[in-house]
């Protein structure tokens, strides 16, 4: 037992039980300060990995985080790291960049995207696509075009203090490819635009790039948002528009549009196709006269031949009714050969002429022949 304390020990192998006492009471204590030792060294040790949990990100190439440093802009994380020094501070929560842009779906419809998580402060640098809400652009010919544009991009991370500090990028982005898109579609033809879109594709994308990245010695065109540009492109459609509503507008109640449609359309066509327009214009001017000669409210009659429908002469008021004149045979100089023999009829009936068959009527039903004058 002399392991456990230094009393000495009697003849007869007893030990004192205060001599045992002492020891344990040594022993106790020292066991207290290891477990108060361990406790703080534990204690530190969740502090740290907390610490060394929450000030840590995950940057990269699919994301990066914006740091300030006694209210500076310090720099933007590159790569997964732990911020140790407590000074320096990742803009999340209402600090948090508000960068926003106009996109659409798989369905075509729009919505608004956020490249930021507030929460945590990540802001995206995948490769996104910018889509402006269907805007109205006019061509040369003062066509209007339904224009949907579209543009690939993603935030440069050595310029992205540039967005971070915009109150609007969201707008200034959309107005931006609003605008290209309409300056370069207004120098053609609404006809042209087809035949030119991807010369105003590419034209869009250099003058977008242009604005990021000016040459070397120029001046940017614009100010510029801290974007890599990979692509610009567009679709358009005619607006739909109604024609000929009102039944009483005739055949030729089209507007401008419509008319350049009709131009557009006959540039090419063949001299029968052109006659069938200049018919229907002679058929509208018509209309308008009657129109205009009808507005006072009275009855004006007109005749085949006026309206330009039948070539043949019309006697009106014979006997309550008009009498259409049979066409007059043409005159033939006389000759004194011998008249041929009578050939038989063409079984083939001759087309009637639809103001002959009206005027041949008669009188409507109930009207009585008009009464000869008496004489006075």
């Known amino acids: 037992m002399g392991e456990f304390c230094n009393c000495p020990r009697p003849a007869g192998g007893i030990v004192f039980a205060g001599c045992w006492g002492g020891a344990w009471r040594g022993t106790r204590k020292m066991l207290e300060i290891v477990a108060i030792v361990v ?13 060394r949990s929450a000030r840590t990100y995950d940057a990269g190439a699919h994301a990066t985080f914006i740091t300030t440093k006694n209210g500076d802009f310090y720099g933007a994380l590159r790569a997964p790291m732990t911020i140790w020094d ?22 075509g419809a729009y919505f608004e995207k956020s490249l930021v998580n507030r929460r945590t402060g990540e802001i995206s640098l995948r490769v996104h696509t910018c889509a402006p809400r269907p805007f109205l652009s006019t061509t040369t010919d003062k066509r209007q075009l339904l224009i949907k544009a579209k543009v690939a ?24 490819i609003e605008n290209l898109f309409d300056n370069a579609i207004s120098e053609f033809e609404d006809q042209d635009v087809f035949k030119h879109q991807h010369e105003i594709e590419k034209r869009v994308l250099l003058e977008l790039q242009s604005i ?49 449609d009709l131009v557009d359309m006959l540039e090419k ?9 200049m018919r229907m214009l002679e058929l509208q001017t018509k209309q308008n006269i009657v129109q205009m000669l009808c507005k006072s409210g009275g009855l004006v009659a007109f005749t085949a031949s ?10 009106r008021a ?11 045979a043409p005159v033939t100089a006389a000759t004194s050969a011998p008249a041929p023999a009578a050939t038989a009829e063409s079984p083939v009936a001759r087309p009637v002429d639809p103001a002959t068959a009206y005027y041949s009527l008669g009188a409507p039903k109930g009207q009585k022949p008009a009464e000869p004058a008496k004489d006075a």
């Open 86 to 107: 407590p000074s320096i501070k990742v803009l999340r929560d209402k600090h948090a960049p508000d960068l926003k842009i106009m996109t659409a779906d798989a369905g």
């Open 306 to 315: 006026e309206l330009g429908l039948s070539e043949r002469t019309v006697e």
């Open 318 to 328: 014979h006997n309550g009714a008009n009498i259409m004149k049979p066409a007059d």
């Open 269 to 277: 066509a063949n001299p029968a196709t052109v006659e069938v327009l």
């Open 39 to 51: 406790a703080v060294l534990v204690g530190l040790l969740l502090i740290f990995l907390v610490y």
């Open 212 to 260: 990021e990245e000016p040459p070397e010695g120029s001046q940017p065109l614009g100010m510029p948002l801290g974007l890599n540009i990979y692509e610009a492109m567009f679709s358009f459609e005619r607006p739909a528009k109604a024609i000929n509503k009102d039944p009483s507008n005739g055949p030729m109640a089209y507007d401008n549009e419509h008319l350049d």
């Open 153 to 176: 991009f993603n935030l440069d991370v050595d310029r992205i203090q540039i967005p971070a500090q915009m109150e609007s990028f969201s707008t200034t982005l959309a107005t931006r």
